[in-house]
């Protein structure tokens, strides 16, 4: 069985930080690319960005050199550090794991981000 649990969401001030959380488990389960995506009130679920096993990332463009991207190969961990914050970075922020080798995806349960003065 395996579970896909996010954390770290909440309420930020613009210009401000936070980091978000996302592990997996499954026993002896490898996972493959990890990924954070994010869906705002009224719109479609967006890419934000993900990570590979190797290492290899990739950024949408409206968070480039902002929000940075991690992986703990060992804890089946990724992180998504989240800096200079925007309102427009207000969404639902959802995790999902690559599972090898059947390549099917799973998803976690979103986390709340807020970013409002």
């Known amino acids: 069985q395996v579970q896909v649990v996010e954390s770290g969401g909440g309420l930020v001030q613009p210009g401000g930080s936070l980091r978000l959380s996302c592990a997996a488990s499954g026993g002896s389960i490898r996972f493959g690319a990890m990924g954070w995506y994010r869906q705002a009130p009224g719109k479609q679920r967006e890419l934000v960005a993900t990570?590979?096993?190797?290492?290899?990332?990739n950024y949408a463009d409206s968070v480039k050199g902002r929000f940075t991207i991690s992986r703990d190969n060992a804890k089946k961990t990724v992180y998504l550090q989240m800096n200079s914050l925007k309102p427009e970075d207000t969404a639902v922020y959802y995790c999902?794991?690559?599972?090898?080798?059947?390549?099917?995806?799973?998803w976690g349960q979103g986390t709340q981000v807020t970013v409002s003065s």
């Open positions: 999902n794991t690559q599972i090898i080798p059947s390549m099917i995806v799973y």
């Open positions: 990570i590979t096993s190797g290492g290899r990332i």
